[in-house]
Antibody, heavy 125, light 106 residues
C-alpha cells in the first residue's frame, strides 16, 4: 500500500536549520508531487509548498520563501524538507503528503492523500 | 490569500445523529474544495475532494456539496469513530489554505 514514512522528532535551537525526510513506498515516487504541511500544537493546518520528484522543481508558499527548501533523492524514493533560521513559532508537526488529483491537475494545485505520520520539530533555546 | 471559515467550531452530537459542517470561502473557489478528517494523535485523512467526490474507502455516510463560496460536509448518521476534527481545504489559488476546523464531539 502507499505509505510515507518520515524521520524522527527533532529539537533545534533558534537560528538553526532542520531537515526532515519522507520515504515513499507502494507507488512510483516520481509520478506524484510531494507537498509539505505543518501543524502547530492545537492549531490548524498550514501548507508550505510542493515538489515534483521527477524534475526536482518546487513551489513555496510566500510565507516560507527564502527559508525552506525541498529536495529529493530518487534512488531511495525520499523527499526532504529543510527549514532554516528556525524560531520558536516554527515549533510544529511537519507532514509530507502525496499529491492526489483527478481533474484540472497541476503542481501546487492538488489534494493530499495519504500523509506521512508527521515529524515533531521543537525549537527551543 | 483565500480565507476558509468553518462553522461551527464545535459540534456536539450523539451517535446516530446527522452532522452538518460548513465551510465558507472569502472568494469563489469553484469546486476546488476538499474535506479531511483528523482524529487525535493521527494524521489527516482525505474524505471528499472536488467538493463532492468521496475518496477511496470513505463510507457513503460522508457526503459533500456546494460550489463557489459555500460548502457543506454531511455525515448522515454518526458512528463512534467519526468523532474527530474536520478541515476543509481549497486548491483554487496559491497559497493552498485550510479552514480552522470543526470539532465533532460527543
Amino acid at each position: 500500500q502507499v505509505q510515507l514514512v518520515q524521520s524522527g522528532a527533532e529539537v533545534k535551537k533558534p537560528g538553526a536549520s532542520v531537515k526532515v525526510s519522507c520515504k515513499a513506498s507502494g507507488y512510483t515516487f516520481t509520478n506524484y508531487d510531494i507537498n509539505w504541511v505543518r501543524q502547530a500544537a492545537g492549531q490548524g493546518l498550514e501548507w508550505m509548498g510542493w515538489m515534483n520528484p521527477d524534475s526536482g522543481s518546487s513551489g513555496y508558499a510566500q510565507k516560507f520563501q527564502g527559508r525552506v527548501t525541498f529536495t529529493r533523492d530518487t534512488s531511495i524514493n525520499t523527499a526532504y524538507m529543510e527549514l532554516s533560521s528556525l524560531r520558536s513559532e516554527d515549533t510544529a508537526v511537519y507532514y509530507c503528503a502525496k499529491a492526489f488529483c483527478v481533474i484540472d491537475c497541476y503542481s501546487g494545485s492538488e489534494w493530499f492523500d495519504p500523509w506521512g505520520q508527521g515529524t515533531l520539530v521543537t525549537v527551543s533555546s | 490569500e483565500i480565507l476558509l471559515t468553518q462553522s461551527p467550531a464545535t459540534l456536539s452530537l450523539s451517535p446516530g445523529e446527522r452532522a452538518t459542517l460548513s465551510c465558507r470561502a472569502s472568494q469563489s473557489v469553484d469546486r476546488y474544495l476538499a474535506w479531511y478528517q483528523q482524529k487525535p494523535g493521527q494524521t489527516p485523512r482525505l474524505l471528499i475532494y472536488d467538493a463532492s467526490s468521496r475518496a477511496t474507502g470513505i463510507p457513503a455516510r460522508f457526503s459533500g456539496s456546494g460550489s463557489g463560496t459555500d460548502f457543506t460536509l454531511t455525515i448522515s448518521s454518526l458512528e463512534p469513530e467519526d468523532f474527530a476534527v474536520y478541515y476543509c481545504q481549497q486548491r483554487f489559488n496559491w497559497p493552498l489554505t485550510f479552514g480552522g476546523g470543526t470539532k465533532v464531539d460527543i
